[in-house]
């Protein structure tokens, strides 16, 4: 038994963590990763000790975990676990069990797998919190002690261990939308996106939220578009169903940006087969539609609009001039991004991977 | 070469008309300078082989070398002053990249007709 020993490491991997160090932002899920394991353990706890309602008093004062550093190559925030003082840490206790169970369900969900029977079903309702700022190209390896490897973490796994057991989830979500309704009692408002449901959907306001969306309310839902973000709760077909929380509410700089991004990819969608001379597939419905939720989405990041055209084989693509650099995103028929950038003067072209993520395309954009 | 209405965005043409189409079968066609007028060339494009454009760009012989491209003359009955450009055997990432060049080359030039 000692006084300190290392209880996980999270290799935190794509994306945002590709860089040199760890973004701020995202220290947040180092406390929810705490955060699960204490959930997880007083529910195993409960559920071994049947005859008790509650935890022992001072149950959750012994986990104490430390960020002890955070290793080279992807960032490997480590994280240490100190006894509580005037004790000794126990090898195997209720929360190394919860931390091992936590890894497990992970594991399963990876394979499509349901969570092991030993895991709390109550429980899985937490990992809504944990792993919330993730983005679909990013994940969370969890490494349990000082071990190697670990099972991978990622939105998709985390939406599947949500729904294993439940109809719901919630998930980080940034969009442009309209208020229709603003309660001043209830301290609410109603959120029409507009790359959500039709009918507008409810959500929470705060001191701070308040003030800018009753500015921006007229009738009908008519005012002027918003950049909202916020908590969301969607169904097991990831459609939206309320928001939990608002963090920010922006009237849009240039809201004639998504007019004219609009009207534009109205006119791919009106074309005909045939429309290139002879040639030409009509522009595939889902490829516009999810043109037009990215090229949005990209509108609220400080980059350039795209000029936008439509494929001969029925895909969309984004064109960008940035200085010295030509730039196309593709948005092909299958699904899938495909993107070219050429350095002008010196001829040098690469063609990154992309995911379905309007900040890699900001990123790409972001050329000297 | 012409730009259809469907590649024209802000004045600016599309990447996409500086690369052959698939039924291109690798050869991008163009109409040669030194045979035709740009005017020459959009009434030709348009009232003759009844295809839609809005306007005539252009990239030399040198800047189409430049970008690693041949250019070939290739007469036509219709088309006496056409030619092409050749990407035959090249992969996607490589046309792309030489068309992007292409309309570099065309945007420094401006549009040659209608005159801007």
């Known amino acids: 038994m000692m006084d300190r020993a290392p209880f996980a490491r999270l290799r935190l991997t794509g994306g945002r963590f590709d860089d040199q160090g760890m973004p701020v932002e995202t220290l947040v899920e180092l406390a929810q990763y705490r955060e699960l394991v204490l959930g997880v353990a007083r529910a195993q706890f409960l559920r071994e000790h049947p005859e008790r309602q509650r935890v022992p008093r001072g149950f959750f004062d012994r986990l104490q975990l430390r960020l002890r550093a955070v290793e080279d190559g992807s960032a490997v925030p480590v994280l240490e676990r100190v006894a509580f003082p005037g004790t000794l840490l126990d090898v195997d206790d209720d929360f190394t069990r919860a931390r091992d169970a936590i890894e497990d369900a992970v594991a399963a969900a990876e394979t499509d797998q349901p969570p092991p029977n030993g895991f709390p079903p109550e429980a899985l309702v937490l990992f809504n919190r944990f792993g919330q700022t993730l983005r679909p190209d990013e994940a969370i390896e969890l490494r349990r002690g000082s071990a190697a490897t670990g099972p991978r973490y990622t939105a998709d796994t985390r939406r599947k261990l949500l729904l294993s057991k439940r109809r719901t989830y919630q998930e980080e979500l940034q969009g442009i939308g309209w208020i229709s309704e603003v309660d001043g009692n209830g301290m609410s408002c109603r959120i029409r996106l507009r790359m959500g449901p039709a009918t507008p959907v409810p959500a929470p306001l705060d001191e701070v939220t308040f003030g800018p969306v009753k500015d921006v309310l007229e009738p009908n839902g008519e005012g002027p578009p918003v950049r909202v973000s916020g908590v969301g709760v969607f169904d097991s077909a990831q459609r939206l169903i309320r928001f939990d929380s608002i963090h920010d509410v922006a009237v849009l700089d240039d809201p004639e940006d998504i007019v004219n991004l609009d009207d534009r990819l109205d006119e791919l969608a009106s074309l005909k087969a045939g429309w290139l001379d002879g040639e030409g597939v009509r522009p595939d419905a889902l490829v516009i539609e999810r043109a037009r939720r990215m090229l949005a989405d990209l509108l609220t990041f400080e980059v350039p609009r795209p000029r936008v055209f439509a494929t001969p084989e029925g895909g969309v693509q984004a064109e960008w001039t940035v200085g010295e650099h030509e730039i196309s995103v593709t948005f092909e028929p299958d699904g899938r991004l495909y993107a070219v950038s050429v350095n002008l003067a010196s001829g040098d072209a690469e063609e990154p991977e992309l995911a379905d993520d309007p900040a890699q395309i900001a990123q790409l954009l972001r050329v000297s | ?116």
């Open chain 2, 1 to 116: 070469m012409p730009a259809g209405p469907s590649w024209i965005a802000d004045g600016v043409p599309s990447s996409q008309a500086f690369k052959p189409t698939k039924k291109d079968e690798g050869m991008l066609s163009v109409a040669l300078g030194s045979k035709i007028t740009p005017e020459g060339a959009f009434v030709h494009h348009t009232q003759v082989l009844k295809c839609e454009s809005v306007g005539t760009w252009a990239v030399s012989v040198a800047e189409t070398t430049e970008a690693g491209l041949r250019s070939y003359e290739q007469p036509l009955d219709d088309s006496p002053a056409h030619g092409f450009i050749d990407f035959r055997g090249l992969g996607r990432g490589q046309i792309e990249a030489k068309a992007k060049l292409l309309l570099g080359k065309a945007r420094h030039r401006g549009r040659l007709y209608p005159p801007p």
